[in-house]
DNA sequence: CTGAAAGCGCTAACAA
DNA sequence: TTGTTAGCGCTTTCAG
């Protein structure tokens, strides 16, 4: 009788011998091919129960020249906001049968070079970046690989990368003209280091409403914050600093809110009596704070979905003929802005004077 | 001259063939092994870099039986605890040249089976498992197959896979003590559903408490959860019409305490003059709150790690001879228990009339 | 110091 | 309907 070795997992030559067949017809059965006998497929099935026989998925992709796995490359796991794509990127791939790696960069730029490398070196299918700050030069190197590459809530300057985008621009326009529209004339804006990308789009778009002329008199202040709740308390305690009379901060993200909340209740200002918060990316926690907290939503999930589909398209594509197009320059449909959608709630309300 | 084809990476044939070696060669100096002369080198080196060249980790997967692959099964990413999970093992694995391949379950036990068949397919080097609710038919079937497996704060009942736990019971003792010390003697604890064996443990510690002897006449009521701050609200307002004279409620974690929280604001009820709330696992969460969130503190970090280095150590294990250690049973060392500790914070206090 | 050759586990012509 | 064979891209004896 002819005994497994121990600690080795059974292999299509293992369940050909017991089956009494060759390895093509192991494989047939295994494919679900029509052309075999039901008995002999009877035959071939009982060895694979017998042997727990399970594919080597190692050696399928080395032939096939594909791993249905998708590399997942995000800026900080830590951060509420990622959660939230990495489910939907998961979702989506999973439901067409690939799996994800995962990259959590950790908010170190040459963590991510690592990981890019080793996304390359293990052949993943396509890899999706959703970082908040992709280096520039990143984004040169990605566009000389081969692998499909598709970007989440960023671009990379220069490189022509697919990428879906929430309209961080409107969102900030949004933002503002909610407090504008509530009667604040004295506004702050806590933003996030200039490396990101988003955060310019949102400082513009307070910026398009400050200047569109439908409210006149007011003063905006923006100070740096680091996206964080930690961060946030030392860049609140500056805004306030910097510009007293504000009665409406605007911060680039739900944690930045949260610090901004927290500072004020510890000066003893009301929010929103005193001062109204604005959060953005409206994260579950956003909804739990006291007072709730008022947010921009972005359709994260439609993101993640949005680029799992985009790679998994590309790649089929690929396998067409003639399919230089990746040399030519990309068009326009490559870059896609999701509408973002505010979620007013108990942070924000009128100035004290109102 | 001979070109690549458009779209297809760099082989380690068409290295050798452009620096004039065979593939052995360049394994070689790929491999960093000494026994090459230095010209020949140099010329492999400008070929690699002149194409671009990375090895196929697929490739090598198959000759070398190993993917430097880790598999981690989260139970629901989108749940605060489990980032700081993933990012640990993650760093753990990054360090050791692994990366890992998320699995997050969503709460749903037939993905969770689905997973994992995935990744054994994939034939990852390892799977770590920090599931709140392992089935046991899940457990049976790890035991039999030859990837090692190691729990992270969960058990498989029956199967004896190693794990690393947070002394969940120790947990529920401290949160007990600590607002039975305050003066407390009616307090409710919303649980989470039975398949979580955290939950029964940490049950079983606050009745380790409350049957102590120190505390004379306290009456404990339990009502169930789900572990997710709306699902807490219903709790506590079933827990409230049970025990409408409770003072301090001790919740199964931070978003429990979190809804419940919610609910007793939104009865006119004051955190913590009229009730106290503790939470449980310290996530980022329970400091922002309002107020701040008296918790219990577990090893998030250190287990990620411990998980991730019980693996790599039982890996290089397995090629030692006679390694058929997996059919004797399992000792205790496979089981480590770390202690946790209580954060006191602003939403404990004593009873009203104290 | 270097090359030839075998083989990891699988699939896909091509024959039979 | 089934088997034979030739690789996928790499590493590793074993010769030279």
Redesign the interface.
């Known amino acids: 009788m002819h005994n497994l070795e121990?600690?080795?997992?059974a292999t299509i030559s293992d369940v050909a011998r017991r089956a009494g067949v060759s390895t093509a017809t192991v494989s047939r059965v295994i494919s679900g091919s029509t052309t075999v006998r039901a008995t002999t497929r009877a035959g071939v099935l009982a060895a694979v129960e017998a042997l727990?026989y399970?594919?080597?998925?190692?050696?399928r992709?080395?032939k096939l020249r594909t791993?249905h796995?998708l590399g997942?490359v995000v800026t900080d796991?830590?951060n509420?906001y990622?959660?939230?794509i990495?489910?939907a990127v998961?979702?989506a791939a999973?439901e067409r049968g690939h799996?994800?790696?995962?990259?959590?960069s950790?908010d170190d730029p040459s963590?991510e070079e690592?990981?890019l490398?080793?996304l390359?070196?293990?052949?993943v299918d396509g890899i999706v970046i959703a970082s908040s700050g992709l280096q520039a030069r990143h984004g040169d190197w990605l566009a000389?690989r081969?692998v499909p590459v598709v970007l989440v809530n960023c671009t990379a300057r220069g490189a022509a990368l697919p990428a879906i985008l929430s309209d961080n621009r409107a969102g900030g326009r949004l933002a503002a003209e909610h407090v504008l529209d509530l009667g604040h004339r004295r506004i702050g804006h806590i933003s996030a280091p200039p490396r990101n990308a988003a955060a310019g789009d949102r400082v513009a778009g307070i910026q398009d409403a400050v200047d569109s002329g439908r409210y006149p008199g007011v003063e905006l202040t923006v100070v740096e914050g680091d996206g964080q709740?930690e961060g946030a308390e030392a860049a609140t305690l500056a805004l306030l600093e910097r510009a007293p009379g504000v009665t409406a901060i605007l911060c680039y993200n739900d944690l930045t809110a949260?610090g901004a909340?927290?500072t004020l209740?510890g000066l003893g200002r009301r929010v929103p009596e005193d001062v109204s918060v604005v959060g953005y990316d409206d994260i579950?926690?956003a909804a739990?704070?006291?007072p709730p907290i008022t947010s921009v939503a972005q359709q994260t999930s439609a993101m993640g979905r949005w680029a799992v589909e985009r790679l998994l398209e590309r790649m089929a594509g690929?396998d067409e003929p003639g399919?230089?197009r990746r040399q030519l320059g990309e068009r326009s449909e490559n870059v896609v802005l999701l509408p973002v959608e505010l979620c007013v709630r108990g942070s924000t309300g009128p100035p004290p004077w109102a």
């Open positions: 121990v600690g080795r997992s727990g399970r594919p080597s998925g190692v050696a992709s080395l791993t796995t997942l796991i830590a509420p990622f959660p939230q990495v489910r998961e979702d999973l799996t994800v790696l995962l990259c959590d950790a963590r690592t990981y490398d080793l390359i070196d293990r052949r000389t081969t709740a949260v909340l927290r209740r579950p926690l739990w704070m006291e690929e399919s230089d």
